[in-house]
């Protein structure tokens, strides 16, 4: 028997690679507090620093078996070419997820226009760069900025991810401006397509699960960050039972292990229902890599394997080795 086993890479659709920085250090009560200390460390990035840093952090990505990554950016466009550097120098595939702001955050997020802000995609395309658009959340665009971004996206074929009922208060603002749901805005703004990743979808309802499931938008869910932040448990089986598919993202990079984020993925979905095996194993690996893959528009990302002779996998029978990755071992056991 071969020692070592290939399997499509993991591809962490999701992440906000600065904020690896905060890890053991950001403390405050809740998601609010812990959103300032990040805006500081937000703050202290340059394009020196992210293409230094970020160069180590994919790495640890990749060594961690994520061969392709999501990059939901918003510290600015010199920031963005950088991190296309970094990726580069640590061999792992980059889409950059360009984050439109027009309001709130910090200044360095903001552009002043939708125009303004296409122009910096259209910099990014040009230069070669795989990306796609990311209205960073209906609290940072207002409607018109949503609505030229989505016919944007559709007219170029581009991923279009966007944060969307993370946190309760930002469905109550939600609400008090535009009288729906974060989702329903999407809907009604032209932001909601088959090439739409909503991120989070954690406290989403059963109208706006609707809307995803008709129009073939996935859901990228980021169960370490989610735990950490205190947001609460993605909708695991309602997303299942309208077949909505579901990629996952390392967000904060609090953790940076896919199998990880998969077993939490499994394990809300168990302690919620009261049952096992919610999700298939063979699914969830999918979640964990083609479709985190289709949400990027990536049709090729390298392979990773898995060493079958590390102790953590010692004794698993051959066909027993999927279900021992998920809920048995930890990213070590991946190379890439
Ligand atoms: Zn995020």
């Known amino acids: 028997m071969t020692d070592r086993l290939a399997l499509p890479g993991f591809v962490n659709a999701h992440s906000h690679t600065f904020q690896r920085a905060l890890r053991g250090r950001a ?14 460390e937000a703050e202290r990035q340059t394009p020196h620093s992210v293409r230094s840093n970020y160069a180590a952090w994919y790495r640890e990505m990749r060594t961690a078996g994520y061969t392709a990554i999501g990059e939901f950016h918003y510290l600015g466009l010199q920031e963005a070419l950088a991190a296309l550097e ?43 760069g795989l990306v796609g658009v990311a209205p960073h959340s209906v609290r940072a665009c207002p409607a018109d900025w949503l609505e030229e971004i989505g016919a944007y996206a559709a007219a170029e074929g581009l991923p279009l991810h966007v944060h969307a009922d993370e946190q309760p208060r930002e469905i109550e603002e939600c609400l008090s401006e535009h009288g729906v749901r974060p989702i329903e805005l999407l809907a009604r703004t032209g932001c909601l397509g088959p090439a739409t990743t909503v991120v989070h979808a954690t406290h989403a309802d059963d109208v706006e ?9 996935r859901v990228c869910v980021c169960p370490t960050t989610e735990a950490n932040l205190g947001d609460g448990y993605a909708p695991i089986e309602a997303l299942l039972e309208r077949g909505i598919a579901i990629c996952i993202g390392s967000d904060s990079n609090v953790r ?18 009261g049952r096992r095996n919610v999700v298939p194993v063979e699914t969830l690996l999918s979640f964990g890599s083609t479709e985190g893959a289709s949400a990027l528009g990536l049709e090729r990302w390298p392979e990773v394997s898995v060493q079958l002779d590390h102790a953590s996998l010692a004794g698993v029978d051959p066909g027993d080795v999927p279900g021992a990755l998920v809920f048995g071992c930890s990213a070590e056991v991946l190379e890439s």
């Open 27 to 40: 403390g405050g009560g809740d998601f609010w507090a812990w959103r300032d200390e990040m805006l500081l």
């Open 86 to 128: 970094a990726a580069a120098e640590a061999q792992i595939e980059l889409v950059i997820l360009l984050a439109a702001y027009a309001r709130g955050g910090l200044p360095r997020f903001r552009q002043e226009t939708p125009a303004e802000f296409l122009r910096q995609v259209e910099t990014l395309r040009e230069g070669g």
């Open 209 to 217: 699960l609707d809307l995803l499931a008709d129009v073939g938008a």
């Open 256 to 273: 940076i292990d896919p199998l990880e984020e998969l077993r939490e993925l499994e394990g809300i979905a168990r302690r919620s229902s």
